[in-house]
């Protein structure tokens, strides 16, 4: 057997020794999403007479969907919250179906990892549809599993996501379990989760609308994942 950094494989098969796991969010971290959610929720909003601002796209940034819907109500969209949840899930998926937007280079990170059979977990507040259509379009057994909005676990900027992701790679459900993963995050309401996991945190800093490199938030950033190699993330674990 041989170590790079924590990741301990078995030289002949690349097997994985133990179950310390990566941890991606979707929105912004895995796939450029934003302009996509940016332009169903600015359109529902103009389309019900409310006012946008730049202010309001980045309070959205990362925000769970109870949020979104306390935002874009107070922005003027008088519909029902679960209305609003599905009208904007259907607008992006549609879009998503048509392109999905990867991160550069995340592409050849996620197929590395899975070569490597380093299990892999999704963790984002999208809900189910969304999360599966990235999940069929990402390499061949990136991901072992994923955690969604739909789940009953208290969303991000709460820690409780990336436990439930930790359990599902058989490690604790808590900040020791956690503390085994290394997780990319992109906006504040995923690093706070992410830093209160107990994991390491990388954010990414390309696509974001605001950058929260310097936010104390995260162990390491990176603009995108070009050149990233497994060696490189196993240094930071």
């Known amino acids: 057997c041989y170590t790079i950094g924590c990741i301990t494989m078995k030289a002949r098969n ?127 057994g990136a991901f072992v599993g994923y955690v969604c909005g739909n789940d009953d676990v208290t969303p991000k900027p709460d820690p409780a996501p990336y436990w439930r992701a930790a359990s599902m790679v058989g490690l604790p459900a808590d900040a020791s379990g956690a503390g085994q993963c290394l997780v990319f995050e992109d906006s504040k309401p995923g690093l706070t989760a992410a830093r209160a996991s107990g994991a390491t945190v990388v954010a990414v800093t390309g696509h974001a609308r605001v950058d929260m490199s310097d936010s104390g938030l995260c162990d390491e950033a990176i603009v995108d994942y070009r050149g990233l190699t497994i060696a490189d993330l196993a240094g930071w674990m």
Not at 48 to 69: I, K, M, N, R, Y
């Open 14 to 140: 690349k097997t994985l020794l133990h179950y310390d796991a990566i941890l991606f969010d979707v929105d912004g971290t895995l796939i450029d999403s934003d302009p996509y959610w940016v332009r169903s929720q600015e359109t529902l909003v103009r389309s019900c007479g409310g006012e946008w601002s730049d202010a309001l796209a980045d309070a959205l940034q990362g925000a769970a969907f109870p949020e979104t819907v306390r935002l874009l109500r107070g922005a003027g969209v008088d519909w029902d919250g679960d209305a609003i949840v599905r009208h904007l899930s259907d607008e992006v998926l549609c879009m998503e179906k048509e392109r999905l937007p990867w991160i550069e280079g995340v592409r050849d990170v996620l197929s590395g990892l899975a070569a490597a059979h380093v299990p892999a977990v999704l963790v984002t507040g999208s809900p189910r549809e969304i999360v599966e259509n990235v999940m069929a379009q990402a390499p061949k």
